[in-house]
């Protein structure tokens, strides 16, 4: 018997640890023109160019009750204990349907089962970390309490910052008001986002992406010094030039290779697209 772990699409984590690290991915789901998509199988390029062209933005799902329950499922039917680790609870009630209906499910099914639940209180790779966090412990053999102890830790020392190219997503997906959107745009001020408490709030405001870029590097360094480095990440949303160039400006400065990630269509479509970030948690 050894510990199953669950995510959804939206921690962007690299294909190649999903397939290292077994983890199951369930997907979110995108709504576009109507026609409902799962995130899983979208590529991201072509969403991009079709979001352009589109008069209203793409909204957003959590992922089908089935699919939620089948992940379970198929793990605790053959007597492994499983572990999910999903989107925060306030971006989305992914957390909230395993973490009740779910769960309720299987253990009326299987009342001997061992299934636990996190808000991750985040999203990106801000989450992958700590879903990686938990495979790994998994993969040696730590029990459900040293696992779920491990997410944690990685949850209190992560941090994600990042830096829209317009406001104007934001504000058509209600995350800021028209006048906001629009005084920004009309002086040019750029936030730097960032996930606290599971919500997306402003870090701080520049005149210009570069500055907001170079202030993201400061905080990153300054959290380094101060506290070791653990793992750091670039995210991109469909401006992987970018991406490449803040990566190439953090290996200069650290002195380690930086790898980059795009963010697919859920999260994409409410920021979007030539957003840039740093995602990274650091040693204590």
């Known amino acids: 018997m050894s510990i199953k ?12 640890l999903i397939e290292k690290y077994d ?14 998509n799962k995130e899983i199988e979208i590529e991201n ?24 329950f089948n992940s379970f499922d198929q793990f605790i039917g053959e007597g492994h204990e499983a572990l999910g680790v999903f989107i925060s609870s306030e971006m989305s009630g992914t957390y909230a349907t395993c973490n009740q209906l779910i769960k309720t499910m299987i253990m009326d099914k299987y009342p001997k089962a061992r299934m636990e639940v996190i808000d991750s209180a985040s999203n990106c790779m801000q ?10 412990l998994a993969e040696e053999g730590k029990s459900m309490e040293e696992v779920i102890a491990g997410v944690e830790a990685i949850k209190s020392k992560s ?43 402003v ?15 400061e905080k990153l360094q ?4 101060n506290r070791g480095l653990g793992q750091v990440i670039v995210h991109h949303i469909n401006c992987e030039e970018e991406g490449r160039a803040l990566a190439n400006k953090i290996k200069e400065i650290l002195g380690i290779d930086v790898d980059i990630q795009c963010i697919g269509p859920v999260i994409g479509c409410h920021v979007g697209p030539k957003t840039v970030g740093v995602v990274y948690y650091t040693e204590k």
């Open 5 to 16: 772990i669950i995510t959804d699409s939206t921690s962007y984590i690299p294909k190649e």
């Open 23 to 36: 983890i199951t991915v369930v997907s979110l789901g995108v709504v576009i023109n109507n026609i409902a």
């Open 45 to 68: 390029d072509k969403f991009y160019k079709t979001l352009e062209k589109l008069d209203s933005i793409p909204t957003s799902s959590q992922p089908s009750v089935d699919d939620l």
């Open 127 to 136: 989450m992958g970390y700590a879903v990686l966090e938990a495979a790994k």
């Open 159 to 201: 941090r994600f910052l990042f830096v829209p190219d317009t406001l104007e997503y934001l504000k058509k997906g209600g995350r800021i008001g028209g006048a906001a959107a629009l005084f920004g745009a009309l002086l040019q001020i750029r936030p730097i986002l960032t996930v606290e408490a599971g919500k997306t709030s």
């Open 203 to 217: 870090f701080d405001k520049v005149r210009t992406k570069q500055k907001a870029i170079l202030k993201i590097i």
């Open 222 to 225: 300054k959290d380094i010094k």
